[in-house]
């Protein structure tokens, strides 16, 4: 089985011309069933707009598919009370399998004050929260932001919140394994690594330090399978993991089973 934790239907790269999200909902379960995806969680974003749609016509776009969940994005500058009210009602029914923070393409740090009522919101039913960390896709982006080792007062704070970070903190992958180590309630998806395919000599070094991070931190129940599509190739995403020489078990860990409990799909 694999869980695809990490994917988006804003119009990047190869949606970038669908303008139907109907559209691009067939364009992922058609991405997914050639690449033999059982499952994938959609991310909304910290922003709606004609080229990213908002939560609620997601769930609306998704809804006759099963193998497809949402995580709701979560904005101090962009979302109001009613929206948090809507997320509650829409976690409640099982529609949204957790939320998402934007750190670094907002302005904010992961710990700021005005972010707690939507972890918890988490900590109130039990879903994850995912955190943006690490390089941003865009340039407007600031990284100061979006640094791991931020995650870390978070989850000290918060130790009932089960926190996803989302791209390994990736270039600071370093800081991720130790945050990962340290706290037990924190999870990392490996995804985004690459804006498109991954290269030869970028995978190797990629594959290396994945590699040390599952080394360092022992097995693998924190570590969840995701590629940031359509930013990131899946088929390219598949040969990274296949790289990385995995024990079956350790692998099943990754691939589904991590996500299957925390997102309990």
């Not at 009370?81 to 923070?101: H, P």
């Not at 932001?145 to 903190?169: F, T």
Request: hydrophobic residues 35%; aromatic residues 12%.
């Amino acid at each position: 089985m694999i869980i695809d934790c990490h994917t988006h239907l804003n119009q990047y790269a190869e949606l970038k011309n669908i303008s139907s999200l109907e559209e691009r909902v067939r364009k992922l379960l058609v991405t997914m069933a050639s690449h033999n995806v059982d499952y994938s969680i959609i991310l909304s974003s910290y922003v709606v707009n004609e080229e990213r749609p908002s939560t609620a016509k997601l769930i609306e776009a998704t809804r006759k598919h099963d193998n497809l969940g949402i995580v709701a994005g979560f904005s101090i500058d962009n979302h109001t009370e009613e929206d948090l009210r809507n997320y509650k009602t829409w976690i409640k029914d099982g529609l949204v399998k957790g939320l998402k923070i934007y750190s670094g393409y907002e302005p904010y740090y992961p710990y700021d004050k005005r972010y707690q009522k939507a972890y918890d919101l988490c900590v109130e039913f039990d879903v994850p929260v995912m955190i943006h960390t690490g390089d941003t896709f865009s340039e407007k982006g600031k990284l100061k932001y979006s640094h791991p080792l931020h995650i870390d007062e978070l989850a000290v704070d918060n130790p009932e919140l089960k926190i996803v970070m989302c791209h390994l903190g990736n270039p600071w992958i370093e800081d991720c394994q130790e945050i990962v180590y340290k706290n037990d309630n924190v999870w990392a998806d490996m995804s985004g690594l690459s804006v498109g395919k991954f290269d030869h000599f970028f995978e190797k070094l990629m594959v290396e330090k994945v590699a040390e991070l599952i080394n360092y931190v022992g097995e693998p129940r924190y570590l969840l399978y995701g590629t940031d599509w359509p930013i990131s190739d899946m088929d390219s995403y598949l040969s990274f993991v296949a790289k990385l020489k995995l024990k079956t078990k350790f692998r099943d860990e990754l691939m589904f089973k991590n996500a299957k409990r925390l997102f309990k799909i």
